[in-house]
């Protein structure tokens, strides 16, 4: 059983690419929340009531359950495994993202947000996203092309659903360039830690004004790990794989900062 969720909302293209890819590899259910709800990372907005709304969802000639919500995609994942699903699905799918989600800031990722929240129900999680233009993240354009991407959102789904559980593996976060083909190399990495996307304020005359937070992409491709996922979307153009765990631990010998801290505490 997959459950399938995309943070751009119910009735986005990547939402419906990806049931496409996935509709044959087992029972496959939507859920999923009504609007575009990019930047929401793993939240659940209290002021959302929990309400799941049946639609009507056909694909390659089935009908399949689907529901919208009014809420986060991680609140859809939570509603969707614990209440709509029979049992605990096998795999959670979040995506097709209009967007790549790299390095730093993916914590702000509704995509990966809901594959986190299912991770953290104990079940294999995950999350695609495809390279876009920045004007394309928040609209539905008709000239997108999903193809690419559905191979490969099949392709990873399949094997994780044959693969055992692996220590500390609780996400794959898989971003495609905007250029691939299914012919198209992937390759395992690491996240980057660079920021991809920067904060850009908007030109306002009083901080009174309404001008919520732009974004730009920008990187410094001469300092970019080799083995980041930034550097093999945005230099090697190949496909990304990135696992993911729920352990946010630094990787600091925990007995080194001990000392140092304690030494420090014994300053004056």
Known sequence: MILLTNDDGFYSRGLRAAAEALIDLGDLIIVAPKEQQTGMGRSLPFRYDGSLYKEEFEVKGRLIPAFFILGSPAQAVLHGALEVCPRLPDLVVSGINCGENLGTVITLSGTVGAALEGANLGIPALAV??????????ELRQEIDFT??????????RIMLKMPRLHDLDVLKVDIPRDAT????WRVTRLSRQRYFHPKPRPRCSLEDKAPMDYEVRFDPANLEPDSDIYAVAIERVVSVTPLSLDLTSRISLYELQSIMAKLREEK
């Open 129 to 138: 996203s495809l390279e876009m233009p920045r004007e394309y993240h928040l």
């Open 148 to 157: 690419a991407a559905s191979y490969f959102t099949r392709l990873f789904a």
């Open 182 to 185: 299914p012919n198209t190399p």
